[in-house]
């Protein structure tokens, strides 16, 4: 335990320790095309392929890990955009431990049934992940357990367990582009890779459409945002006003936000397709849509490592999307 907002490496170690049996350790596989691209070596880390199809597995596998008998007797409950609640499921079903997510109206249907299968109950509550939150505390004055999908020392020490993984992978790792939401995961990627290489440059990116971490940087604290249909769903939603580790963190660790438009986030997802062979949701790809929209520069030495995050696309969606088509669901969701 520390006092600090600041997550350190040796807990990301720790996590490292507690989750390897659980989690999947996943393949870096280098990209001709987008190396081309960027006009140096890039290699894509295929987090996608994590156990629930994301790496949110990692995070909630360390904090229902890091339980106490008498929390796990209570039950846990969280709240999510759809991966986190996923992976909570699928790591409380593995240390049979009973959950319950609640979730916002906005969360795509086959994310909801996706969680249903992963053995959790699922409670929809309100229009944003805000809302959803409210229905939380309830229950947890009830008696039960959260586990938030990002500020808190276990989930960002368990995220952070892929940057240890690429130090180890990557050897001339230079850049590392990474998906920003509420920051939970690139907090802990950039605190296991800045504390032996505290020259590696960790780029984050979201989309244009509501994104809060953007906003609260820009204004010097965490700030609400509207909440707003877009490709990349999985980076929706607030930081929390009351935001403990990852504002502060983000602040400190992340050396450039881009913020990227719906059609970049659609031409990102059809490039895994049609150039990697991958099948990536619109926030797993946002890195590939940076080094196409000509966002990053290549650096003068060494290799930039694209974050694959998550693969949870609704097929149809997918579908729709890699055959061209230019989807705009500001006009597709109520
Ligand atoms: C949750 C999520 C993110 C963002 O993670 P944060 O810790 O909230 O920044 C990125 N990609 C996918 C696929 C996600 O599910």
């Known amino acids: 335990m520390t006092d600090s907002a600041f997550v350190t490496a040796d807990e990301i170690r720790a ?10 350790l996943t393949p870096v596989e280098p990209s001709a095309s987008l190396s081309e691209r960027l006009g140096g070596p890039v290699v894509l880390k295929l987090e996608h392929h994590q156990s629930s199809g994301s790496f949110k597995f990692r995070g909630a596998s360390n904090a229902v890990a890091c ?23 699928r790591a409380c079903r593995q240390a049979g431990v009973d959950c319950t997510i609640v979730m916002s109206r906005l969360v795509p249907a086959n994310k909801v049934e996706a969680i249903r299968g992963e053995g959790a109950k699922v409670v929809i509550h309100g229009k944003s992940q805000d809302e959803a939150q409210i229905e939380v505390d309830r229950r947890v ?8 999908p990002f500020d808190h020392r276990d989930i960002i020490a368990g995220q952070g367990t892929i940057g240890l993984e690429l130090l180890d992978q990557v050897s001339d790792l230079s850049t590392v582009l990474v998906q920003l939401s509420g920051g939970g995961l690139i907090a802990g990627i950039a605190a296991a890779i800045k504390a032996s290489r505290p020259d590696a440059r960790i780029v984050g990116i979201s989309m244009e459409r509501g994104a809060a971490m953007a906003a609260s940087l820009d ?19 607030g930081i929390g006003l009351a935001n403990a580790h990852t504002f502060a963190m983000v602040r400190e660790l992340v050396d450039e936000v881009i913020l990227l438009t ?66 705009d669901l500001s006009k597709e969701v109520a």
């Open 15 to 24: 996590a490292e320790e507690r989750i390897r049996h659980s989690v999947r």
């Open 67 to 89: 339980l106490s008998d008498e929390d796990r007797a209570k039950g846990v409950v969280g709240v999510s955009t759809g991966n986190h609640g996923r992976g909570l499921a």
């Open 141 to 148: 004055a009830a008696g039960a357990t959260m586990i938030p």
């Open 219 to 237: 204004a010097g604290q965490p700030v609400e945002v509207e909440e707003l249909p877009t490709l990349a769903d999985s980076l929706g939603g």
């Open 262 to 327: 719906e059609s970049q986030i659609a031409a990102a997802i059809r490039h895994c397709y049609w150039d990697e062979r991958q099948i990536v949701e619109g926030s797993g790809s946002v890195g590939v849509g940076a080094i196409l929209a000509g966002r990053i520069e290549p650096p003068a030495s060494g290799t930039t490592v694209v974050l694959l995050s998550g693969g949870n696309i609704d097929m149809s969606l997918h579908h729709r999307i890699i055959s061209g088509e230019d989807v």
